[in-house]
């Protein structure tokens, strides 16, 4: 995957033909999950991959609960997704409330199960454990070290979370960006950034990102908006422009057309990030098949042929 400057194009299309119209599905695309916790919600996790797995994801990630709190789930749904699937998997894992030897082992078990790609995240403090992140006595401070850690261990391959518009806890955005390069410069292979919904946004971040030397690709993360109040609840350091908030009001009570609103949306996204030379895209699926599937149809994705 090479890294490339953004540059502006042409919209694909004259202005009578439909937005979408001559996307070629050049794009590669991967997939966040998250683990199940009842038998119900493991149902539709697997439905989930299921529809997703024929458009070739480069990989499929699977989360992991502050604390630790989804570790075995976590490790659960990774080891099946790589026993009954051809599927990539990258599992989750942080720094959050285990030392060094306990993330060891963790990557380890991962490794064992035949696990090559991890994604390496500080990681959040469990609900109601104060707003501050605060690294275990003998574990890792920061996402680097574990990046470093986790390399000096094993090769696996590292993808790092990277802030469009600036992590909550970053003093400033020049430390911000410092933090991510430190991450790269540790032994990631990329950064998949946090969910937003200005183009401008991504694209002001990437140009931040090569003047300041980071030469790594950085993936848009995209998030279809499923509960647009859970979105305003997510979003304290990310934008919402007013654009988003009038296409979506009204619909709080609507989930049917709220989310076919959302995949639209979503999929506008893209397009201007696609415009603008992008060509690999990660989604926050929250375990639904439906608006990624849509957003990469749109795209011109299409799913491999069934032999």
């Not at 797995?53 to 630790?68: D, K, Q, R």
């Not at 403090?125 to 996402?143: I, L, M, Q």
Request: overall charge negative; glycine content about 8%.
């Amino acid at each position: 995957m090479t890294r490339l400057a953004p540059r502006p194009g042409p919209e694909p299309g004259a202005a009578s033909e439909p937005s979408f119209a001559h996307l070629p599905g050049d794009i590669a695309v991967s997939f966040e999950f998250f683990p199940p916790k009842s038998e119900k919600m493991e149902q539709q996790l697997w439905d989930a991959i299921t529809q997703l797995a024929p458009l070739n994801p480069s990989f499929v990630s699977v989360t992991y609960g502050a604390g630790g709190s989804t570790r075995e789930r976590t490790h659960a749904t990774v080891a099946r997704i790589v026993q009954e699937t051809a599927l990539v998997p990258a599992a989750h894992l942080t720094c959050v409330a285990a030392s060094k030897a306990e993330i060891g082992d963790i990557a380890e078990q991962y490794w064992d199960a035949g696990v090559r790609h991890i994604v390496a995240l500080r990681g959040d403090p469990p609900p109601g454990e104060g707003a501050r992140f605060t690294p275990h006595p003998d574990g890792y401070s920061s996402a680097a070290e574990l990046v470093a850690g986790l390399k000096a261990r094993r090769d696996f391959e590292l993808s790092v979370a990277a802030y469009p518009e600036v992590h909550p806890d970053a003093a400033t955005a020049a430390a911000d960006l410092d933090n991510l390069k430190r991450k790269l410069d540790a032994g990631a292979t990329r950064a998949i950034t946090q969910f937003f919904f200005s183009a401008d946004a991504y694209f002001r971040f990437l140009d931040q990102t090569l003047a300041a030397g980071i030469t790594a690709p950085i993936v848009p993360g995209i998030m279809p908006v499923t509960s647009f109040s859970a979105i305003r609840r997510m979003s304290g350091n990310t934008t919402i422009p007013a654009s988003l908030e009038a296409l979506f009001e009204g619909l709080d009570e609507r989930p049917g057309p709220r989310a076919l609103v959302a995949a639209v949306a979503a999929a506008d996204l893209c397009r201007q990030l696609y415009a603008g030379g992008v060509r690999d895209f990660h989604f926050y699926t929250l375990n639904r098949a439906e608006q990624a599937y849509a957003i990469c149809q749109l795209l011109g994705l299409r799913p491999e042929p069934t032999p």
